[in-house]
């Protein structure tokens, strides 16, 4: 069993800044990449940013030069959210790709989603 947990969502105020977290636990063997994805009601989830295990990134264009996701070992992840605008209004998802200790197939775990709601 792999979890994946969230936190670090918020109101905020737009121009502000937001730091979310994640940490995966369980019978995790192997994380090849943990994401930050969005989604608002009506549109289907989108990434945000995603950090592989060896430390390559990738970002949604609108996102970049606001939002850093870094990583702390192998199953923690943050995603820095600066200058923070109210169309990045969404629940946040915490994803990882991971195999595990009884299954060497690539399976993605989510988490439950934090709600980020930038707003004056």
């Known amino acids: 069993q792999v979890q994946v947990v969230e936190s670090g969502g918020g109101l905020v105020q737009p121009g502000g800044s937001l730091r979310l977290s994640c940490a995966a636990s369980?019978?995790?063997?192997?994380?090849?990449?943990m994401g930050w994805y969005r989604q608002v009601p009506s549109k289907t989830r989108e990434l945000v940013a995603v950090i592989s295990s060896g430390g390559g990134t990738n970002y949604k264009d609108s996102v970049k030069g606001r939002f850093t996701i870094s990583k702390d070992g192998a199953k923690t992840v943050y995603l820095q959210m600066n200058s923070l605008k109210p169309e990045d209004t969404a629940v946040y998802y915490c994803r990882a790709e991971a195999t595990t200790t009884s299954d060497t197939m690539l399976n993605i775990y989510w988490g439950q989603g934090t709600q980020v709601t930038v707003s004056s």
């Open positions: 369980g019978t995790i063997f192997k994380i090849y990449t």
